[in-house]
């Protein structure tokens, strides 16, 4: 799984001007499922996620994670992140898993999110979506598992 974060001091996403999740300040997550993952890499991936240490202490240190400022986390499936890109001038989503994988992996995050991190907000699988945030800082990690 790759996930693109991002600290934000709000996002939000809609689809046809109709907005379906909305956070104030927290991490905008956007997720990849490739492949070969697993419910234990989304399992992972959401620990990951969470405990990331990206918000400042007292000290302005990245040394907080979104659940030690209990912020808003907003997930957004994002199949393009899979894609392979390392030759020619089109991307091939080869390593991207299947739709049906993807949504049900995606699934599987978003109702262990909710369950574990009730503030969860979200996108809508497979939905052309328009979204909007305000990267704080500019704080933005790569993370897979």
């Given at each position: ?17 109709n907005?379906?999740g ?10 990849a ?10 399992q992972?991936l959401?620990?990951?996620i969470?405990?990331?240490?990206i ?17 808003g986390?907003?997930l957004?499936?994002q ?6 890109t ?16 993807g949504?049900?992996l ?11 991190y ?8 497979g939905?052309?979506m ?16």
């Open positions: 799984m790759i996930t693109i974060i991002q600290r934000v001091t709000q996002a939000s996403v809609s689809i046809e001007e907005t379906v909305k956070i104030e300040q927290g991490i905008m997550a956007l997720i499922v490739e492949k070969n993952d697993t419910e234990k890499s989304v992972r959401l620990e990951r969470l405990n990331y240490r918000f400042p202490d007292a000290d302005d240190r990245m040394n907080l994670s979104l659940k030690a400022i209990q912020g986390l907003l957004i499936p199949f393009t992140l899979a894609a392979d390392n030759s020619g001038n089109r991307p091939s989503f080869t390593p991207a898993a299947s739709p049906e994988q949504q049900l995606f699934n599987h995050l978003l109702s262990l999110a909710k369950q574990s009730p503030t969860t907000q979200t996108g809508v699988f939905a052309d328009q979204v909007s945030l305000i990267n704080d800082g500019p704080v933005t990690f790569t993370l897979t598992v």
